[in-house]
């Protein structure tokens, strides 16, 4: 059984309009991670939840925003979607906050912006 | 910020053949895992190094760490079709910086 799932699988949403991704698990994990990973790139780390702790990327722009209310749940809010934000968004989790700890990753959100 | 290369970038082989994959950094890392993702789907675990010189195998899959813990190897026997995706490198730092930094990947397809 899927132990970090993302929906919705795909998401198509037109420019400038607000759209959020959301992730559950069911590992009890306390770290959560978004990335972002365009085609051919490697994924890139957007920001994670540390339990209620949250640690944004110096990089990562503004329009991305992150909510957790619970262990289980955590959200990836994009403002005003702009084109360049098109991509595959990937939710992991990993029991503590380690190098060595190995992340889950969920399926993805493959997101498409009209 | 760390850089890891990998390559090749693409991989094209026959069912049956042997090949081998490379993730290159000029940095140290305490650790380094490896996943893999297939078409639509999340990266998945196969394995993390921990030690310099360490090799661990995963039945077909045998993964070699560096000495100095700057670059690791992937090398599998005997592909098979089901081997086919996409072969993510991930390392970190250590330490206070428990990020992983990932490679761009090697795609390997293996045709029957």
């Known amino acids: 059984d899927a132990m970090v799932i993302q929906n919705p699988r795909y998401q198509v949403t037109q420019f400038g309009k607000p759209v959020t991704l959301s992730c559950s698990q069911t590992?009890?994990?306390?770290?959560m991670y978004w990335y972002q990973q365009k085609s051919s790139q490697a994924p890139k780390l957007l920001f994670h939840?540390?339990?209620?702790?949250?640690?944004n990327e110096a990089d990562t722009p503004d329009n991305f925003q992150s909510r957790r209310p619970n262990t289980s749940f955590c959200f990836l809010d994009i403002r005003s979607p702009g084109l360049g934000d098109a991509a595959m968004y990937l939710c992991?989790?990993?029991?503590?906050?380690?190098?060595?700890?190995?992340?889950?990753f969920g399926d993805g959100t493959r997101l498409s912006i009209l | 910020t760390q850089l890891l290369e990998q390559s090749p970038q693409f991989l094209s082989i026959q069912e049956g053949e042997n090949l081998t994959v490379y993730c290159n950094s000029s940095?140290?890392?305490?650790?380094l895992q490896w996943y893999r993702q297939e078409p639509g789907e999340g990266p998945v675990l196969l394995v993390t190094?921990?030690?310099?010189?360490e090799v661990k195998k995963l039945k077909r899959l045998t993964f070699q760490f560096g000495d100095a813990r700057k670059d690791s190897s992937l090398h599998i026997t005997a592909a098979q079709p089901g081997d086919t995706g996409l072969y993510l490198c991930?390392?970190?730092?250590?330490?206070?910086?428990?990020?992983?930094?990932f490679g761009k990947g090697t795609l390997l397809t293996v045709n029957p």
């Open positions: 992991a989790t990993s029991r503590h906050r380690a190098g060595n700890q190995p992340q889950h």
């Open positions: 590992l009890n994990h306390n770290v």
């Open positions: 939840y540390y339990d209620k702790d949250f640690n």
């Open positions: 940095s140290v890392f305490s650790s």
């Open positions: 190094v921990v030690t310099g010189g």
């Open positions: 991930a390392g970190a730092e250590g330490g206070s910086n428990y990020k992983l930094t």
